[in-house]
C-alpha cells in the first residue's frame, strides 16, 4: 500500500461515549491495510480511543453540540492520525496525568495521555484559543511488518 | 467482527463476601460505566472481596483501568481486595505502562483468585 | 441511544479498493450502537461495501484523485447511510443488473445493485450532472432490536 | 477485531486435475482479486475441477461472487466443474438473494465435494 502514500482519510463524530468505538474500528481498518501487525494495530486503537475520550470527555465538556474530527495521514512508513476537538483545551504541562518515571500513586486519572505517550512513536498536543485541541499521533510501520495480504 | 464492541457483565457471588464480576468484550468510556454499576452495586451489598475475570475482556483503556482502580480503593478500605484474573498479553502490557502491575494481584483462573482472597481473608 | 437522534457520523475515503473495508467496519459499529442485531448489520455491512464498491469502481473511473463521502444518519428507529461519489452517475433503470423476478442468467455483473435493494429497507440513487451520485440507504430496526449493552 | 478484513488463500491439489481453494477471512473489491488469481493459475494448469472451500470466509460481497461466477464458467468450458464447500448461513442467504443457489453445487465438506467432483467427471 505504499502507492497509496500521502492519501487522508477523515472521520467525524458527535462527541458522545458510544462512537468512540466507531473511531477506533475505522482506524484499525487503515491500519490494517497498510500492514501493521496485530500488537501495532492494538497500541494505535487504544491511543486513538483515549485521545477521543478526551475530546469528548474535556473538549467538548459542557458543549452537547458540536464534532470531534479524526484524520488519518497514510505516510510511506507512518501512520499519523490527528484528533480534534472545537474545546478550550489545556495546558499539557501541567495538566493532571501519572508521569512514567513518577511515583506511583494511586489515580484513577491522568492514564490517558500516558497511554498515547507510550503507545504511539509520537505525540503531540497543540491547543489554539478559539480553535480547540488538536492531538497528533505517529506510529510507524516496523521493518519487518509493511507485507499485507 | 462488529459486535464485539459491546461489553457484557456477569456477575456471581460465591459466599457472603466473595463475588465474581466477568467482564466479557470491550471496555471503554461508553461500556465501562455497566461494568462499574455492577461492581458499586456488589460493594453495596457488602461484597469487598472480588474477583474480576479479564478472561474474555478483548479490548479495556484508561476509564477502564480508572474504574479499577476506584473500585479497588474502596474495597480496600473496607478490608476487602479485588484481584483481576487472566488479562490477556496486550492488557497485561497496559497494566506495565501505567505501573498498575504494582497495584493489582493477578490470578490464571477464578478458583486461584478466590482462593487468594480467602486467605487474605483470614490472615487479616 | 433513541437520544442520539439526529447524530450524524460522516466518513471521507480515498476512491481506491483497499478503503471498502474501513467504510464497512466504521458503518458496523454505528448500527452496533443503534441496537441492530447481528443479521441486520452483517447485511448493511454488504449494502454498505456494494456502494463504496461503485463509487470508486463506476463513480470514480479514471480518475486517480476525489474522495467519496460516507454519511450516517441516525433516525429514532432507522439508520440511514449515503454514499456519495464525485462521477459522471448512470441511469439505474437501464444499468445492467440482475433483475431479481427475471430470468438468472449467469452474469458476473450486476449484482451489487441487486444486493443493496435485497439488504436494506428503502435505496435510491440520485445523479446530479455535475454533481455526481449519491446511493442513499434505509435500514429500520426492528422491534425486538434497540435493546443494547 | 481489526485484523481479519484480510484475506488468506491457500489451495491443495488432489489428483492431476482436482485442487481445492481454501478462502479464509473477508473477501471484496479489494481481497478477492487474490483469490481469482489463486484460481486461474490452477486452471492455467489444468486443474479443473475445483473445491472452494468457505467454511472460514467472513464476509463475501458481489465481486467474489462475480469471480466465483466467473471462475465456473470457465471450469464448466473445460468439462470441469466448482463446488463450493460450507458458506456460512449467512453467504447462503446471499447466494439465495442472487439466485446463485441454483447455479453452484454446495457441499458440506471437502471430502464429500471432491467425491462428488470425481463421480461427476466419471459419469460424463
Ligand atoms: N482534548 C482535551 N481538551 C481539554 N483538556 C484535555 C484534553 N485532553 C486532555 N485534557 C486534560 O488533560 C488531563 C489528563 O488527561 P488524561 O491523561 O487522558 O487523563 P483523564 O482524562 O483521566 O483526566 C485531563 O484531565 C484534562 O484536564
Ligand atoms: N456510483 C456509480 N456511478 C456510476 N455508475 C454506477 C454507479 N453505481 C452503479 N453504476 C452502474 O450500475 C451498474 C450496475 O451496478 P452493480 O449492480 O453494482 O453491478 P456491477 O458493479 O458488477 O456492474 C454498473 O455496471 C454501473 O454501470
Known sequence: MAACTGCHVELRLPNRPEFVAVARL???????????????IEDIKVAIGEACTNAIEHGCAGA????????????????VITVHDPGDGFDPTTASRQHRHGTMT????GLGMLLIESLMDASEVTCTPGN?????????????????? | MGNTINLEVQTRTIDER?????????????????AKEAMLDLLAKGYHHLVVNLQRT???DST???????????VREQGGDLRLVAPSARIRRLLEITRLVNVFHIDETEEEATANLTQEGTES
Open chain 1, 64 to 79: 452537547n453540540t458540536g464534532m470531534i474530527t479524526l484524520r488519518c495521514e497514510l505516510g510511506e512508513d507512518e501512520l
Open chain 2, 18 to 34: 466473595t463475588a465474581i464480576v466477568a467482564l466479557a468484550g470491550e471496555m471503554d468510556v461508553y461500556t465501562t460505566p455497566q
Open chain 2, 64 to 74: 477502564a483501568l480508572g474504574v479499577l482502580v476506584g473500585t479497588l480503593k474502596r
Open chain 2, 58 to 60: 478483548e479490548y479495556l
Open chain 1, 26 to 40: 475505522a482506524v484499525a481498518a487503515v491500519a490494517t491495510r497498510m500492514g501493521f501487525d496485530i500488537a501495532d
Open chain 1, 132 to 149: 480547540g485541541t488538536l492531538v497528533r499521533m505517529v506510529k510507524r510501520v516496523r521493518a519487518t511488518e509493511a507485507k499485507e495480504r
Open chain 1, 106 to 109: 494511586l489515580s484513577e486519572r
